[in-house]
């Protein structure tokens, strides 16, 4: 198994610009999430997912948008960039939304907004 | 949503056993305390979760007292591999709830 994928590594956009970053697993799994990472600080939750067809908003949703159409796809959408969402973005999956269960990373994407 | 409180930072040295604690005062009935290992530009692994006691696996040891209140992460004799930060989370069903994390150095 791959695990989780992301693409792309990193990314730089302009003011305005609009891109989507992808997230795919192959395990399988029902849940799907996406953070953020800035600077010195811990993740912060910006959507996720329990399964097909079902997105909700985490911590932080504003300025970004997600759909589920497939178990094995979680993209990412920024529709105007601010160069307050530069980042380290990552996204997770795991089998179910149990609280015992592991949750497994990407390795994330750079993004830097000018 | 509460999070856990760590410390920033800590230094140790090679075949030490280090403890990081975490303080989680308002913890939930159903939440658990899981540990993450994070190396630079790299995301966040697994590490040892647990909900009360003691729990101890390959990599580590966690300890939960009763009242739940603080946990203890140890892990034995550390290795230079072993620098990386540490999170402490709630994992409430599938959201994980993270705090700024233990910036751990193992020095040589």
């Known amino acids: 198994n791959a695990g989780v994928t992301q693409t792309p590594k990193f990314q730089v956009l302009k003011t305005g610009q609009s891109m989507t970053l992808q997230c795919a697993q192959d395990?399988?799994?029902?849940?799907m999430s996406w953070y953020r990472q800035d600077p010195g600080m811990g993740l912060r939750l910006i959507h996720y997912?329990?399964?097909?067809?079902?997105?909700d908003q985490g911590e932080v949703p504003n300025g970004y948008n997600v759909s589920r159409s497939t178990t094995e796809d979680f993209p990412l959408r920024l529709l105007s960039a601010a160069p307050s969402q530069t980042s380290v973005y990552f996204c997770?999956?795991?089998?179910?939304?149990?609280?015992?269960?592991?949750?497994?990373f990407g390795p994330g994407t750079r993004l830097l907004v000018l | 949503l509460a999070k856990t409180t760590q410390p920033i930072s800590m230094d140790s040295y090679e075949g030490q056993e280090v403890n990081i604690t975490c303080s989680h005062n308002?913890?939930?009935?159903?939440?658990?305390i899981t540990w993450y290992q994070q190396f630079p530009s790299q995301g966040p692994r697994f590490i040892i979760q647990?909900?009360?006691t003691k729990v101890t696996n390959e990599v580590a040891s966690l300890f939960i007292p009763a009242d739940r209140k603080s946990s203890t992460l140890s892990l034995p004799r550390v290795s230079l591999s072993d620098t990386a930060v540490y999170y402490c989370?709630?994992?409430?069903?599938?959201?994980?709830?993270f705090g700024q994390g233990t910036e751990l150095s193992v020095k040589p």
């Open positions: 395990m399988n799994h029902e849940y």
């Open positions: 997912s329990v399964g097909a067809g079902i997105t």
């Open positions: 997770a999956s795991s089998f179910s939304t149990g609280v015992q269960e592991t949750q497994y």
């Open positions: 989370l709630r994992a409430q069903g599938g959201k994980l709830i």
């Open positions: 308002n913890i939930a009935t159903n939440d658990y």
């Open positions: 647990g909900y009360k």
